[in-house]
């Protein structure tokens, strides 16, 4: 109840005008650009070990040169998006949540509003912006990188054919899974920002530094439970026909 | 860049100073034997909600994509073998050290840099408490305990998503499902699946514990620790898994 009372209030504030520029600036940068050593790292070896265990799962009934068409699916479709979405809940997601906290446990956010300014213009609606319009970005860098590795897996490691690879590749994957993918990722980019900015901003003044881990242990696991839960339902609608 | 690199030499070596400390309180007493299942009634009841969540969809997704997959080539009866493989030796102990690391170590390293913050670890030396025997053991070895058990609980779910996506929903054959479905597992891909829980859940306890006594500065310092703790579980459970399906696969086991 408390949450659908805060969504109403940040969903006021974030298409009440452009955001201010300047933290919108600074927060895109930071979500985007510091999430990517954590996300490139991460999908490369994830990348591979879908490969490897996709590879070890088939060999076992002779359908390896069906790599392809795993990697393609499982990964583009399913893995990078949710895997960047519960990457950036961790990072970013944490980041938010512990820097609201603090504002809030240090009555920066009540001092603003004595000055009459709106917490959730200055502090909320850039944050929620920024999160949502980087995360498709990052689920498509990760979509690159991630079948690169898998690849680099499945011809190096394996010995699959690389043409056969991409060619199931482009057979299995078209545009409008990309833009499925890319989809999924402003839907997940908007949650991980509210339910962390949410957490962040209920952290209470009396509740101290507890009340800063409290809020970023919630943030992590809210964001990552939800992600994980509103993609099945998203690959429901998206792809069962 | 000097002093960059001077700073990570010095968090290693201070990393394994603490890893010989906590060893040395593994196999020295005393033990707080109720300390450590009070904290793993805190892990199992905090963990039990997020990791199961997380999970289940995870089955129902290999499913929902699985059937129309192999219903190119007309093999449906084939993905309650892929269902199993990936739910058993992948996506059960992944997911929920995943989510273990989440949801426990977050908090754990919250509570021991709140305990650091307040002066309270402190405290605890002062009177001559071991502060790594009293306060990071006892989580260490709940991680340990508590994640192989959850990832037993998240197979079964995963399956049964994965069956309740796959019969009734997708249409696939009941019988045949159910006929192929420990086809490919072994007991092997059992004990591999348990084992890599103990591995994470151990990374997760000494993580989660090393960050949270190093906390330095307010509750800034407080979130950071969560924050990293749960970054660096995350990495490091990937890179390792990778390289341990690798292995496997040498080992052609």
Redesign the interface.
Known sequence: MEFLHFVRRAFVAQFSGPPPRDEFVRHALDAGVGSLPLLTLLTIFAGMNLSVQAYGTFVRFGGQDLLGLFCGVGGIRELYPVMAAVICGARIGATLAASLANMQISEQVEALEVMAVDPMRLLVAPRLWAVTLMLPLLCGYADVVGLAASYYAATEQMGVNGGTFMEQVRDIVHLSDLAAGVFKGVVFGWLVAIVSCYHGYRALKRDGAEGVGVATNRAIVHSAVLCIVLNMFLSALLYVR | MLSRSVRWFEACAAFVEFLCVVLRCLVTGPRYLRETLRVMDLLVRRCLI?VG??VA??G??IS??GA??FRMFGAES?LS??LA??IF??YSPALAS??VA??AG??I???I??MK??GQIDALAVMSVDPVRYVVVPGLIACVIVTPLLSVLTTLLGLVSGWFFAVP??GVDHGSFLANLYA?VSLVDLWVGLGKCMAFGTAVGLIAGFLGLRTTG??????????DT??MT??LI??A??FV??L??SLGV
């Open positions: 997020p969540l997380a969809p995870v129902a997704v929902l994509q129309g997959l084939l073998s892929l493989t990936a030796r992948e995943v989510m989440a949801q977050s908090s390293a919250a509570r840099g709140t913050v307040r929903v997708m490919q307010g509750a800034t310092g407080v979130g950071k620790a969560a924050n749960v970054t995350i990495v990937l890179v898994d990778y399906s690798m496997l696969l």
